[in-house]
């Protein structure tokens, strides 16, 4: 069986899916595979069907839903354990697992091989079709699709870090715009299209984009002070380099230094006030060299 959960909870054989439309059901089994391979014990699965208020016959009505999942899937899918449950899904079996798998390994390529750790990355973000496990309501099960919800958002922002220092500026474009709708508090995101938009050409835009992340800010945050992080403040003040402040933050946060960071003097400026095209420096503010077309 095939197990689907980077997006609503899907079971199939390959070619049909497998009709599990109990909620409890679901939330049974949405448990069961957030934790594939390992026990997951009555308690915790009785709180994530009930949320903390569960009836005097839980522990029934848990045994009730095992027994269906039982008859839906293979009869050596769903182990028994006295602690609890657990469920086997081999290594291609699960979308999750296979997202974590293809991800180490693009992770593994870098930095000798940037463009095969792109095609990784690639194959991993291709599993994803939505919110994970998306309608499933369940407090539990909600906190643990958060994580991989995360894991997805990051890997989406270090494959855009691969696309820009491999030069597809005008490729991402469309795309990063998209996903910027999409996780519209993602900073990171907002910061890799503002660069985008620099190195293409569009200043104006990229400025109007700095603006946008200030009102989302106000707007969906409702902070009293408005402004984006340092790191997208810097980004804003001129003499400053967008891919430069991008790999301090991620220095200081203890995190690797990505494609697009250098130590060399390729992010610093020339004598002309400009800087070099291949860096994926960009400043923007108030500065002449901000309404000179980007050079190609």
Same mark, same amino acid.
Request: hydrophobic share 40%; net charge positive; aromatic share 6%.
């Given at each position: 069986m095939r197990f689907r959960i980077l997006g609503p909870l899907q079971v199939s054989d390959g070619t049909v899916e497998a009709a599990i439309t109990a909620g409890r059901d679901r939330v049974v089994l949405a448990m069961l595979l957030l934790r594939a391979g390992r026990i997951v014990g009555v308690e915790e699965l009785i709180d994530a069907i009930w949320d903390g208020g569960p009836p005097t016959t839980a522990r029934g009505q848990l045994q009730t839903c095992v027994s269906r999942l039982r008859r839906t899937l293979p009869q050596a899918a769903i182990l028994t354990d006295p602690a609890g449950y657990g469920i086997e899904a081999g290594e291609d079996d699960l979308d999750a697992t296979?997202? %974590?798998? @293809? @991800? %180490?390994?693009? #992770?593994?390529?870098?930095?000798?091989? &940037?463009?095969?750790?792109?095609?990784?990355f690639r194959q991993a973000l291709d599993l994803?079709?939505?919110? *994970?496990?998306?309608?499933?309501?369940?407090?539990?099960?909600?906190?643990?699709?958060?994580i991989l919800d995360e894991q997805h958002a990051v890997a989406i922002e270090d494959w855009v870090d691969l696309e820009l220092d491999g030069g597809r500026d005008r490729d991402l474009v469309a795309e990063l715009t998209g996903l910027v709708d999409r996780f519209p508090l993602r900073e990171r995101l907002r910061a890799q299209l503002m660069l985008t938009l620099y190195r293409v050409g569009r200043q104006a835009d990229a400025l109007a984009e700095y603006r946008r992340v #200030?009102? =989302?800010?106000?707007?969906? @945050?409702?902070? *009293?002070?408005?402004?984006?992080?340092?790191?997208? #403040?810097?980004?804003?003040? &001129?003499?400053?380099? *967008? %891919?430069? =402040?991008?790999?301090r933050d991620r220095r200081r946060a203890g995190r690797p230094a990505g494609p697009g960071d250098r130590r060399d003097g390729r992010h610093r400026q020339d004598g002309s006030g400009r800087t070099p095209r291949g860096s994926g420096g960009c400043q923007l503010s108030g500065c002449a060299s901000l309404h000179r077309p980007a050079r190609t």
């Open positions: 296979a997202f %974590a798998r @293809l @991800l %180490a390994r693009g #992770r593994s390529r870098l930095p000798a091989d &940037p463009d095969d750790a792109r095609k990784f994803w079709y939505g919110p *994970a496990l998306a309608g499933i309501d369940s407090r539990a099960v909600r906190q643990a699709a958060a #200030r009102r =989302v800010l106000h707007q969906e @945050l409702a902070r *009293a002070d408005p402004r984006p992080a340092p790191g997208r #403040r810097r980004l804003h003040r &001129p003499g400053r380099s *967008a %891919a430069g =402040v991008a790999g």
